[in-house]
């Protein structure tokens, strides 16, 4: 619900901009900047994203420290992303192609009857994207995108009496569309939705302290973190809302 807040309140404020005469003025002129790379245009930019990041395999730790150990702590099913990116828009208008980077970071705490109950996740993903754009003219793009990834998630644990720092990686995809509002040749202002398929189900442990606590079975250096026995897999899977600024050279 709150990522579908923030699209629609984005979409709101965008749609009272588009309906100001000022703004369509000033927005008449050829959007793009100066041209580069043999009539293609580039442009730069920041995002601020919010996404559903259900992490089952730690949410089985929180559940079984809530039962057993009265943890206040939530599960983790939201994340925040910091993303970069980088876009050759061709000649042609209609194809793009862009350079993502992002920062990802998911945490929950809280305490119990075996001191601090904390889940911490934090790592990046790095996605070359494909851009189609069907729509286009002097204020709004419309756009689809998708591409194949990698991305790497480090985590630490305070179960408890164990604490656990392990980290895992793995390749993706991601697809998404979304809406570039340009109100000024130079600066656009945009908001899209992405699905991304990334997970990572083996998480290697660099180092841990204390005994096992809860159903947390395997914290071996340099082996497999385990609950229950088995992997516990992280996600940077997830849909994600992301508000964008775009500079046009």
């Not at 404020?13 to 703004?23: E, Q, R, W, Y």
């Not at 194809?95 to 305490?111: D, N, W, Y």
């Amino acid at each position: 619900m709150k990522i579908l807040s923030v699209i629609l309140l984005a979409a709101a404020f965008l749609s009272t901009l588009i309906l100001n005469p000022d703004v369509a003025q000033a927005a008449g002129k050829k959007r793009g900047g100066k041209s580069a790379f043999a009539g293609g245009s580039l442009s730069v930019g920041l995002g601020l994203g919010f996404a559903t990041a259900e992490q089952d395999g730690l949410n089985q730790i929180i559940s079984h420290a809530k039962a057993t150990s009265q943890a206040t702590t939530a599960e983790m099913k939201a994340a925040t992303e910091y993303v970069g990116h980088a876009t050759f828009r061709f000649s042609n208008n209609l194809v793009a192609i862009q350079l993502r980077p992002s920062l990802f970071t998911q945490s929950e705490s809280g305490t119990g009857t075996g001191g601090n109950y904390n889940y911490k996740l934090d790592g990046f993903t790095f996605f070359p994207l494909v851009r189609i754009i069907p729509l286009s003219n002097d204020i709004i793009d419309f756009y689809i995108q998708g591409g194949i990834g990698y991305g790497r998630l480090s985590g630490d644990i305070t179960n408890g009496p164990t604490t656990v720092s392990f980290a895992g990686s793995n390749f993706g995809a991601q697809v998404g569309l979304g809406a570039d509002f340009c109100f000024w040749p130079e600066h656009c202002f945009g908001v899209e939705g992405n699905y991304r398929y990334l997970p990572i189900q083996r998480n290697i442990v660099s180092s841990s302290n204390g005994t096992l606590s809860n159903n947390i079975t395997q914290v071996t250096s340099n082996s497999e973190l385990e609950a229950n026995g088995s992997d516990v897999e992280t996600k940077l899977s997830g849909i994600s809302g992301i508000l964008t600024y775009t500079y046009n050279f």
